[in-house]
């Protein structure tokens, strides 16, 4: 999925909506679970048994 290029695609119908989107989340409205906070260096060893929990998203910082 490349968003850029959907974003082009789509810009007239959906872009005001995923702005809006995008301020929810940004602004604390809305929240995601994150189970782990992975620093870049250690994402290969790391990221497998992260990914591997049930629930949740993995970030990867730098």
Known sequence: ????EW???FRDRL???VL???K??????W???????VPLDEAM???PAE???????????P
């Open 20 to 22: 809006e989107a995008q």
């Open 1 to 4: 999925f490349w968003l850029a």
């Open 24 to 29: 929810r989340f940004s602004d604390g409205r």
């Open 7 to 9: 974003m082009r695609q």
């Open 51 to 61: 990914l591997a929990k049930p629930n949740g998203k993995v970030f990867i910082r």
């Open 15 to 17: 872009g005001p909506a």
């Open 45 to 47: 060893a790391r990221l």
């Open 31 to 37: 929240s995601t679970d994150v189970t782990a906070v």
